[in-house]
Nanobody
Framework: QVQLVESGGGLVQAGESLGLSCAAS????????MGWFRQAPGKEREFVGA????????RYADSVKDRFTISRDNAKNTVYLQMNSLKPEDTAVYYC???????????????????WGQGTQVTVAS
């Protein structure tokens, strides 16, 4: 069982930056593919990005590519989401997710991930 705890959400102005963290429990964090999703009010939960185990290959949604960066520190059991040039449409609850599926493929489907955090609110004011 894996427990995920997100932190770092808050209120920022459009164009500003914000960083999120997700701390994971368990001794096999380095084997997990870690993902970030978000859900805006009245909308489906959508894929933001994910990072593989090793090498730390990443995949991003087109809407955040070149603005958001995912990284991980396996020694700290933590994955990060750095969000730059934030837009009001980035406003959502952001969720950390994890799966122990192997291979070289990163899915954008929420059903592919086995473990979820409780979410953290990000609000971008215009």
């Amino acid at each position: 069982q894996v427990q995920l705890v997100e932190s770092g959400g808050g209120l920022v102005q459009a164009g500003e930056s914000l960083g999120l963290s997700c701390a994971a429990s368990g001794r096999t964090f380095s084997s997990y593919i870690m993902g970030w999703f978000r859900q805006a009010p009245g909308k489906e939960r959508e894929f933001v990005g994910a990072i593989m185990c090793s090498p730390s290959r990443t995949r991003y949604a087109d809407s955040v590519k070149d603005r958001f960066t995912i990284s991980r520190d396996n020694a700290k059991n933590t994955v990060y989401l750095q969000m730059n040039s934030l837009k009001p449409e980035d406003t959502a609850v952001y969720y950390c997710a994890a799966t122990q599926r192997g291979g070289t493929y990163i899915s954008t489907s929420r059903n592919w991930y086995d473990y979820w955090g409780q979410g953290t609110q990000v609000t971008v004011a215009s």
